[in-house]
């Protein structure tokens, strides 16, 4: 892979807070599913609330319909008639009817007292018994006496609330008695014993209510009357609802609920959870007042988004954990990469330097060489310039030797012929000698700068090549007049001269041209001047033209030229002179110019 396509470090800062936008779009997702989850679970906890209210209702209006017709019905009538009579027992047929009708109506007692002193004149239970006086030591204290005294007092019906009777050893109970009224006069208390079974049938049906949907009564003291699977005392540990003490329910709710209230509601039951509460009263009866509530803890009804929301957080972490550990390892690896980079630079630089160090000196080396080539060229050039300047000199010098033994053979020579002989021949001998300078001079320049008259470097220069010049019939025309001194290497300048002039002598010669003509001149310039050779040699084919300054590029045959000459006069005017060195076509030959800075 590569690594720096991939641009890690690019990508990571994109792909992290991505990550924690799309936690966060979840979580305002997650906030309105939550929403509408706690609206549906109250509206559920609502419709179970008001129809078990309803139920609760209606069997309570039923019971005391119940209770009041059977207290005007002809056979109680014509039981509490017996009571006064001598005949005080039951026919069989009123037994069984009165069992029946308990059985049928699910009471679990039926009794009848005597309104005035509390005894006993019917039960159908068998830890009560007919004469049992409710003003007694045992029952005084006994639901069975509140409600007699209630009715006693009201002449009206009279519920007595659910709750642990202690006479009958804690056991709950709960009553609703009626007035049996035999011609206008309160003559018995007709009273039931309500079974809870039916109630607790009401309060227990949960089907569809899920994990934890609870629905409870409390009573009007508060008491937790009964829940889906208990009721009284022993409930009290199973129902989550805070403040609870033993049987006693004190939450906002309940008290809302028995003051007339309904409502909903978030509570804390006793672990600190969070329930969802819908509750209302419960009004029974004048004197019995409940409350029915219903509960759901509110975890279970956010399980899933809760879920949701714990799986994308626990994702999202492992996702951004893998994220990071596969950044960092790209991180590691680019460093790795780049460290190995850096040092296969680093080596190759090293290597480069060494091998650039390496051209340079061969370069430098080669440069020397070739310098070294065109020295050797020129200096046959010059030899045979030599050879052509001592020509004429050493006939001289032969013509005197032969004049002087003639006369010596003659008889004739005379002290001022020797005289004669000595001074022409010293002086031919000093012009040689003079040519073998100027020839050391050149081969063994001096390398510094020296200052000298650009127009007696040209002198010299001209001087070397005269000769050969003459045999071929070239003119030279030498325009210069200036007296001008720079400072720079002269002998440098007159090589690059004398190569220039073989050049253009070798093209008139090639051009076989009659009219031979090298023309020299120099131009002062502001700060710089010029110096133009203009020859008539037929000039530079125009296709390589740009290649004449290449090092060994030669038109010429094998041993008449290495094609280094230019290359070496360009490097020594523009490199070691600071000087421009340019050869153009010009009328019908080559015009080379120099330009060098005059200081
Ligand atoms: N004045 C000129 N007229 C025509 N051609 C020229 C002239 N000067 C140079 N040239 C061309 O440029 C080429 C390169 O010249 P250069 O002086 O570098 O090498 P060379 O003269 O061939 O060999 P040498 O190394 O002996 O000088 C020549 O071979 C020739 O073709
Ligand atoms: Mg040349």
């Not at 792909?15 to 309105?32: A, C, E, R």
Request: glycine content about 4%; aromatic content about 8%; proline content about 2%.
């Amino acid at each position: 892979m590569n690594i720096h396509k991939l641009k890690i470090r690019k990508v990571a800062p994109v792909v992290v807070p991505f990550i924690i936008f799309m936690m966060l779009l979840t979580g305002l997702s997650l906030g309105k599913v939550k929403k509408i989850l706690i609206e549906q679970a109250y509206s559920k906890l609502t419709t179970s609330r008001d129809m078990k209210k309803q139920q609760i209702e209606e069997f309570f209006s039923r019971t005391v319909v119940d209770i009041e017709i059977l207290a005007k019905s002809q056979c109680i009538k014509s039981l509490v008639n017996s009571f006064d009579s001598s005949n005080r027992y039951l026919s069989y047929q009123q037994e069984e009817f009165l069992q029946n009708y308990t059985k049928r109506y699910n009471y679990m007692n039926m009794l009848i007292i005597s309104p005035s002193s509390g005894i006993i004149k019917y039960t159908q239970s068998k830890i009560l018994k007919t004469g049992d006086n409710l003003n007694s030591e045992k029952l005084k204290d006994s639901l069975l006496n509140k409600v007699w005294q209630r009715v006693a007092k009201s002449k009206e019906t009279r519920f007595v609330d659910m709750k642990p009777d202690k006479p009958f050893g804690g056991r709950t109970m709960m009553f609703v008695a009626t007035p049996i009224y035999i011609n206008d006069k309160f003559q018995a208390i007709l009273v039931f014993q309500i079974s809870d079974s039916s109630l607790s049938k009401i309060i227990n049906f949960g089907e569809g209510y899920g994990e934890t949907q609870k629905d409870y009564i409390i009573g009007s003291d508060s008491s937790v009357d009964i829940n889906g699977t208990q009721c009284a005392l022993t409930h009290s540990t199973r129902v989550s609802i805070l403040n609870l003490k033993i049987g006693k329910c004190t939450t906002d709710v309940t008290q809302h609920a028995l003051c007339g209230q309904h409502g909903k509601q978030v509570v804390k039951n006793c672990d600190g959870e969070r329930v969802l509460s819908a509750y209302s009263s419960l009004e029974i009866a004048q004197d019995l007042n409940w409350a029915i509530i219903s509960e759901i803890d509110e975890k279970v009804v956010l399980s899933i988004p809760n879920n949701i929301r714990d799986a994308t957080i626990r994702d999202s972490m492992l996702f951004i954990f893998i994220i990071t550990v596969v950044i960092l390892f790209f991180i590691y690896k680019e460093s790795k990469y780049e460290e190995a980079v850096t040092q296969k630079n680093q080596e190759m630089n090293e290597t480069l330097q060494s091998r650039v160090a390496q051209e340079v000196i061969k370069n430098r080396e080669h440069q020397e060489l070739l310098f070294q080539q065109s020295k050797m060229a020129s200096m046959g050039e010059m030899i045979g310039n030599i050879a052509h300047q001592w020509r004429q000199p050493l006939n001289a010098l032969s013509a005197l030797n032969v004049g002087l033994a003639m006369r010596y053979k003659a008889g004739k020579l005379t002290n001022n012929d020797v005289a004669v002989f000595k001074e022409k021949s010293n002086h031919i001998i000093q012009k040689m000698s003079d040519t073998i300078n100027d020839f050391r001079n050149f081969f063994y320049p001096e390398k510094s700068v020296e200052r000298f008259r650009v127009d007696r470097a040209i002198d010299d220069a001209i001087n070397f090549i005269k000769d050969s010049y003459r045999i071929n019939n070239i003119k030279i025309v030498n325009y210069t007049s200036c007296e001008l001194d720079i400072e720079n290497h002269k002998n440098e300048l007159i090589q690059v001269l004398l190569n220039i002039f073989n050049n253009s002598k070798d093209a008139i010669k090639e051009f076989n041209s009659q009219n031979g003509v090298v023309i020299i001149d120099v131009i002062i310039l502001e700060n710089s001047l010029k110096i133009t050779i203009q020859d008539n040699g037929g000039g530079i084919d125009q296709e390589i033209i740009d290649r004449v300054f290449e090092p060994y590029f030669t038109t010429k045959f094998k041993d008449e030229g290495t094609g280094i000459g230019l290359y070496m006069s360009k490097m020594i005017i523009e490199e070691s002179m600071g000087g421009k060195l340019k050869l153009e076509n010009r009328d019908s030959g080559v015009l080379t110019t120099i330009k060098l800075a005059i200081n």
